[in-house]
Nanobody, 129 residues
Framework: QVQLVESGGGSVQAGGSLKLSCGAS????????MAWFRQKTGKEREGVAT????????SYADSVKGRFTISQDNAKNTLYLQMNSLTPEDTAMYYC??????????????????????WGQGTQVAVSS
């Protein structure tokens, strides 16, 4: 079992920055791949960024590439998402997720929510214009 708890969400002006954190507990060593997803009101959940916990390999959705950075501190069992140059289109509930299976596949495959088996409760990000 892996438990995930997000924090760091809030309200920010367009052009601003936020850094989200996801603390992991339980059998954290089993999480081979972790990711950030987001869900905008009335829309489907979409993948934002992924990272291989052992390899450090990262991938990003085109919509956030160059603005968001996913990172990890394995000693603290914590996943981060640094979000810069935020726009109102980034407003969403952000979730962290973990996959206990191999962290392999295309960037498209790694950004599919059904490939992850543990999820946090989400943290809200609101960006005003």
């Amino acid at each position: 079992q892996v438990q995930l708890v997000e924090s760091g969400g809030g309200s920010v002006q367009a052009g601003g920055s936020l850094k989200l954190s996801c603390g992991a507990s339980g059998d954290t060593y089993s999480s081979r791949c972790m990711a950030w997803f987001r869900q905008k009101t009335g829309k489907e959940r979409e993948g934002v960024a992924t990272i291989g916990t052992r390899t450090g390999s990262t991938s990003y959705a085109d919509s956030v590439k160059g603005r968001f950075t996913i990172s990890q501190d394995n000693a603290k069992n914590t996943l981060y998402l640094q979000m810069n140059s935020l726009t109102p289109e980034d407003t969403a509930m952000y979730y962290c997720a973990a996959r206990t299976g191999p962290c392999v596949g295309s960037e498209w495959w790694l950004l599919i929510g059904s490939n992850y088996n543990y999820w946090g409760q989400g943290t809200q990000v609101a960006v005003s214009s």
